[in-house]
């Protein structure tokens, strides 16, 4: 028989999570197993639970931002070994969803983690800055002039040594932050909103915040 292991089981469509097992898996080529030591709770997954939208197999296996320990290599592996520690966000695919006890991940898309930092800040906190981060600098490499993030403001500094323009505090409610936007950009149209958030609120305001209502009307044709 396979060698199994323990999992959190989305049961079925609008279901309940439930712990379940499911198959060990074996990495291929190019890729690595993980040991998982923490997984971040991401709203992706009760969004996923309540809406029923982006599954289409069940059981399913969610758990995006993954930190744990490299404890196999597949052929090929050179940006690894044995004992790393990794963090890396899951594919979409069931052997590389985080809610379990080993997943598979490509090795070229796991990073080391850092050694003052804790696999639990790796799966959560880390990650998510990395991720802002990230957009902030290739916004600015791509020749944005003006980039416009919402911050704690205590990161505003590094945040502008990335390449934002404007920090705003993201403790605004959401029509103040539509203000200093406006204020911002000088009443000027905005081109491109990036979501990290991803709530009816959020979407609502980015839409809003488009240059245009035939830009909205073009990326959401459903919606007026």
Same mark, same amino acid.
């Given at each position: 028989?396979?060698?199994?292991? $323990? ?5 079925? $469509?609008? @279901? ?29 997954? =009760?969004?996923?639970? %309540? ?31 044995? @004992?790393?520690?990794? *963090?890396?966000?899951?594919? =979409?695919? %069931? &052997? ?15 990073? %080391?983690?850092?050694? &003052? ?8 906190? *880390? ?15 791509? @020749? *944005? ?40 950009? @000088? ?26 209502? =035939? &830009?909205? #009307?073009?990326?959401?044709?459903? #919606?007026?």
């Amino acid at each position: 028989m396979p060698e199994t292991q $323990k999992a959190l089981l989305l049961e079925k $469509k609008f @279901g309940y999570f439930v712990v379940g097992d499911t198959e060990k898996y074996k990495p291929g080529p190019g890729e690595i197993l993980i040991k998982v030591h923490s997984v971040a709770l991401n709203p992706a997954h =009760w969004k996923i639970q %309540k809406s029923g939208l982006s599954i289409e197999e069940y059981p399913a296996i969610l758990g995006i931002d993954i930190a744990g320990e490299v404890v196999e290599l597949g052929t090929g592996v050179t940006e690894h070994k044995l @004992g790393d520690r990794v *963090f890396c966000q899951s594919q =979409w695919e %069931k &052997n590389r969803e985080g809610f379990q006890q080993y997943v598979v991940s490509l090795a070229v898309t796991a990073a %080391k983690i850092p050694p &003052n930092i804790s696999y639990d800040e790796a799966a959560t906190d *880390f990650t998510a800055q990395v991720s802002g981060q990230l957009t902030i600098q290739l916004a600015h490499l791509s @020749g *944005f002039s003006l980039i416009i993030t919402t911050t704690s403001l205590k990161h505003t500094d590094f945040l502008k040594s990335l390449g934002a323009t404007r920090a705003l505090d993201r403790h605004l409610p959401l029509d103040a932050l539509r203000v200093e936007v406006d204020k911002a950009t @000088g009443g000027k149209p905005v081109n491109i909103v990036y979501d990290a958030v991803v709530l009816d609120a959020t979407q609502k305001l980015g839409l809003e915040l488009l240059t245009s209502v =035939w &830009n909205a #009307r073009d990326y959401y044709p459903s #919606r007026t």
